[in-house]
């Protein structure tokens, strides 16, 4: 018997897929996080409800908004809840997530990337004309004309500004004003703001050394602040900030809003990414794998191989012994203890990098200590356009 509601109409033509239907079966039967078909994505949901509590009650203390990035689980049913907990929205990458998100019911949404070309700029018109209480970034007035001329009703707008890490963003302060001129001109959009998140920040493993970062590049953005309300344009939101660099955010105090990802799971990288704020996060993400084969004395092979992870950061992890990959769909854990996992029997591993390594799987598995209780599709799985 389910400890949950039938998720079927939640999951669509997914349901349908034999490995989900074995799943569905498992739902609130005992010991059954041992039995979901992998490599399957998993998330401890006890767990991460502690982390979105703790990121809540954080920025309420400081008077600052939360308004977590989606870009993570990429799922409606993590940022419902996350709403839940407090938060004020929920941000995307891209407009493709924005559209999967909306479709889903998460109404108030931020696409933090720049809005580049009259295709996407069209996109977002759509979306804002259907009801979505959408927000922008821009970083060149050609992107705001664009926006401008496909747009049917009034969307927000905020300046993206380059805090250093000379991937997106207005260059300097001149720019910024020329682009707050160029949005104050053009109909039906209207400035509420600026932007600078500084991505290579949030794993810095030194706490002094992110302060130090984020204070370099919060001058950058404070300096833009400072010119575009000198000439009376609105800087009412001042966004950006995340997981690794929240404390950082805050006691410098020039973001309003923050926008934190990983901390909902977390992975690998915050592994070594500690103190502050951050020992008090937990492990909510993991990749559950079956051992295939066990009959090297000195060495497992598993069923979570390269596909079943992103390969961009360290490897994954495990207590059992080193991960080697080992192939498309394999992967070798070193480990002769005599104790060791018999053939057929479940692990689970922290993922590398949480954000594109939850983009490999069509649903996340839910589970409460040992069991699992619930099954969420992965909405905006793949939506990079």
């Not at 019911?105 to 979505?132: E, F, N, Y």
Request: hydrophobic share 45%.
């Amino acid at each position: 018997m389910s400890t949950v509601a039938d998720p079927r109409a939640r999951l669509g033509a997914l349901a349908d897929r034999p490995v989900i239907r074995q799943a569905l079966e498992l739902l609130g039967s005992p010991g059954s996080r041992q039995a979901i078909p992998t490599p399957a994505a998993v998330i401890d949901r006890a767990a991460m409800h502690r982390n979105l509590v703790r990121a809540a009650t954080v920025c309420r203390e400081a008077g600052v908004a939360l308004r977590p990035h989606a870009k993570t689980h990429k799922s409606a049913d993590v940022a419902r809840q996350q709403l839940a907990a407090g938060a004020v929205g929920i941000c995307v990458a891209k407009v493709g997530e924005a559209e999967a998100l909306y479709a889903a019911g998460i109404q108030d949404l931020l696409i933090t990337s720049p809005i580049v070309g009259a295709r996407v700029a069209a996109r977002v018109a759509d979306l804002a004309a259907a009801g979505a209480s959408v927000t922008v970034t821009l970083d060149h007035p050609d992107n705001a004309a664009a926006l401008a001329a496909t747009a049917r009703t009034d969307i927000d707008v905020l300046i993206d500004v380059d805090v250093g890490m000379h991937r997106t963003g207005v260059p300097n302060p001149a720019a910024a004003l020329e682009l707050a001129a160029a949005i104050e001109a053009s109909p039906r959009l209207g400035l509420r703001g600026v932007q600078g998140y500084g991505g290579l920040w949030q794993h810095l493993p030194d706490a002094t050394e992110r302060r130090a970062a984020v204070a370099a590049g919060m001058a950058r953005l404070g300096a833009a602040i400072e010119l575009l309300d000198r000439h009376g344009h609105d800087t009412t939101i001042r966004t950006g900030g995340g997981t690794g660099t929240l404390d950082a955010d805050l006691a410098i105090g020039v973001l309003n809003e923050l926008q934190p990802g990983s901390y909902a799971v977390l992975d690998v990288q915050y592994r070594v990414v500690r103190g502050g704020w951050l020992d008090s996060l937990e492990h909510a993400l993991f990749v559950s794998a079956t051992v295939i084969n066990a009959a090297q004395p000195a060495s497992l092979t598993i069923d979570a191989g390269l596909k079943a992870f992103a390969t961009d950061a360290d490897r994954p992890g495990t207590d059992l012994g080193e991960y080697l990959w080992y192939g498309d769909e394999q992967g070798l854990i070193l480990t002769g203890a005599p104790d060791r996992p018999r053939l057929g029997a479940h692990i689970e591993l922290l993922p590398p990098h949480c954000d594109p390594t939850v983009d490999r799987y069509d649903v996340i598995h839910v589970v409460e200590d040992d069991v699992l209780v619930d099954l969420w599709p992965v909405h905006a799985r793949g939506r990079s356009q």
